[in-house]
């Protein structure tokens, strides 16, 4: 079993930037890719980004290409998502997850943080 626990959620203005945090415990941190994925109200939970089990590749939406930063840090067990000129539409819970693969498919993922709210004003 993998626990996941995020934070980091917040409000901001249009612009604006946070940083999200998914620290992990149970198993081997490295065992495991990080994806985020973030689901907003009304629509289908959606993949944001993906970092390999040694942070060798990433991958992005393209709604957050060049704007979003994924990485991990192995000696705190902990993943993050940095998020830069943040719009409204990035209004969402957002959500961290493990996967013994590496991909953005969220069917892959086998364990699940419980969420963190962001809220983009305009």
């Known amino acids: 079993q993998v626990q996941l626990v995020e934070s980091g959620g917040g409000l901001v203005q249009a612009g604006g930037s946070l940083r999200l945090s998914c620290a992990a415990s149970?198993?081997?941190?490295?065992?495991?890719?990080m994806g985020w994925f973030r689901q907003a109200p009304g629509k289908e939970r959606e993949f944001v980004a993906v970092?390999?089990?040694?942070?060798?590749?990433?991958r992005y939406a393209d709604s957050v290409k060049g704007r979003f930063t994924i990485s991990r840090d192995h000696a705190k067990n902990t993943a993050y998502l940095q998020m830069n000129s943040m719009k409204p539409e990035d209004t969402a819970v957002y959500y961290c997850?493990?996967?013994?693969?590496?991909?953005?498919?969220?069917?892959?993922?086998?364990?699940w943080g419980q969420g963190t709210q962001v809220t983009v004003s305009s």
């Open positions: 149970g198993r081997t941190f490295s065992n495991y890719a």
């Open positions: 970092i390999g089990k040694s942070g060798e590749g990433t």
């Open positions: 997850a493990a996967t013994q693969g590496s991909t953005w498919i969220q069917s892959a993922y086998d364990y």
